[in-house]
């Protein structure tokens, strides 16, 4: 992506005018007021799953205090004229180092769910890393995005034939990579769902990606009612039942009559993740496809090394937003050591805390190749849908081409850690 005639210069001055205009976004630029606008449209059960992180969320702290850590040493007089933002990962060129890290549940955000963010991100020229947790079928998406990057994210389900479905479709989806998310075998025990007794999934919501699968279909076929809690029977209990009968694809009467929402809730819940998960379970994943393998959740850098021993093709840096384990590592703090383990063996994708362009520049100075955004292209979205998307990710790449430029470096090949001090 060349940015000698566009860029950031020309998101600044598209702001501007309109604000001469008398037209403003409703998307902040601001990270901070871009939350509080997000919470302000959101129900306060949407903001909480969406926002929250794991116990006191003293992870979701340190992924954003880690990058005060390092500091950018600008460097002038250097010819930054022409700008290319383009970068290789997985063997591709893309237009930026930037992806859209995968966010479940998105129609707690808004109603056109992973359709509006695929649109944007297609638009953009961002790759999205399809949720496995979506709200919408990869199928839908994909062919929302066209010709569009796009990868999948995989939670390894109880069922290995669940995985391999999974997989089938993704590749059929037009996806390029697997991201095998590793560190959610179990659910992380998050305080703001917990504090409002609220999990989406029990209502039908996020499961689109399962109700969509013929191989899941007839598993819950052969739902024994499993370890799926059971909700005494009252209003809000039934009123809990129509809802998810409304998420179950056909008509709501028929989800209900048939009992297949109900069905398709109690199967999830008993086979979604694994917690028995091994490395050596991913010598099955490689038997099931040949498009690269990138596992998601590395943070030690014998991981990392593990990893390259295994023969997949990427890492992903990342602690899951700080949503799984209270107090863990800030993912940035992971970053160096991990990287040097790698040591260029491996592509290095990178999320969690990713909040301006000066954080993507860090992240890519100490090993990353790439890195994923998260929760800012979600508030986007509960603000202003597909539109709201695009102006998160236009202000964060036009943010990081001008960090960038002002810091003396007109290509991304060009940026290392001699950016950086501590």
Request: with cysteine; proline share 5%; net charge negative.
């Amino acid at each position: 992506m060349d940015q000698s005639a566009g860029g950031a210069a020309a998101r600044q001055r598209e702001i501007y005018v309109h604000g001469a205009a008398g037209r403003r976004s409703p998307v902040p630029v601001d990270v901070e007021e871009l939350e509080l606008a997000a919470r302000d449209v959101m129900t306060p059960e949407a903001f909480a799953y969406i926002a929250g992180g794991a116990g006191r969320e003293r992870t979701m702290d340190a992924n954003l205090a880690g990058f005060d850590a390092w500091q950018i040493v600008p460097r002038m007089l250097r010819d930054v004229g022409t700008r290319s933002l383009e970068t290789t990962f997985l063997g591709q060129t893309l237009a930026s180092p930037l992806l859209l890290s995968p966010i479940g549940v998105l129609e707690m955000a808004h109603p056109e769910a992973d359709i509006a963010v695929g649109r944007a991100a297609a638009a953009c020229e961002v790759p999205y890393i399809f949720s496995n947790q979506a709200s919408e079928p990869m199928e839908a998406v994909a062919e929302a995005m066209g010709d569009a990057r796009r990868y999948f994210q995989l939670y390894w389900s109880k069922s290995n034939e669940l995985v391999e479905s999974f997989v089938s479709r993704a590749e059929a989806a037009g996806c390029e990579a697997i991201f095998v998310t590793l560190d959610t075998t179990l659910l992380g025990w998050r305080t703001r769902d917990l504090g409002l007794a609220y999990l989406p999934f029990l209502r039908g919501k996020g499961i689109a990606q399962y109700t969509s699968d013929p191989v899941f279909e007839r598993l819950m076929q052969h739902d024994t009612e499993g370890d799926a809690p059971r909700a005494p029977i009252s209003v809000k209990a039934l009123a809990t039942l129509v809802e998810s009968a409304m998420s179950y694809p056909g008509s709501t009467l028929s989800a209900l009559g048939s009992g297949n929402a109900l069905k398709a809730v109690r199967t999830f819940v008993d086979i979604y993740s694994r917690p028995t998960l091994t490395w050596d379970d991913l010598d099955f994943l490689r038997q099931c496809t040949q498009l690269p393998i990138v596992l998601k959740g590395i943070q030690h850098p014998d991981d990392a090394r593990r990893a390259v021993d295994a023969g997949v093709e990427g890492i992903m840096v990342s602690n899951h937003g700080g949503r799984q384990v209270d107090g863990a590592i800030g993912s940035i703090e992971a970053l160096p050591a991990i990287a040097e383990a790698v040591d260029g063996q491996i592509d290095i994708a990178f999320d969690s805390g990713i909040r301006g362009g000066a954080d993507m520049l860090k992240a890519l100075a100490l090993g990353a190749d790439v890195v994923g955004v998260g929760r800012p292209y979600c508030y986007g979205l509960a603000i202003a849908g597909e539109s709201g998307v695009k102006d998160v990710l236009g202000n964060l790449l036009a943010d990081f081409e001008l960090t960038m430029a002002l810091s003396g470096v007109s290509q991304v090949s060009e940026i290392s850690r001699d950016l950086l001090q501590v």
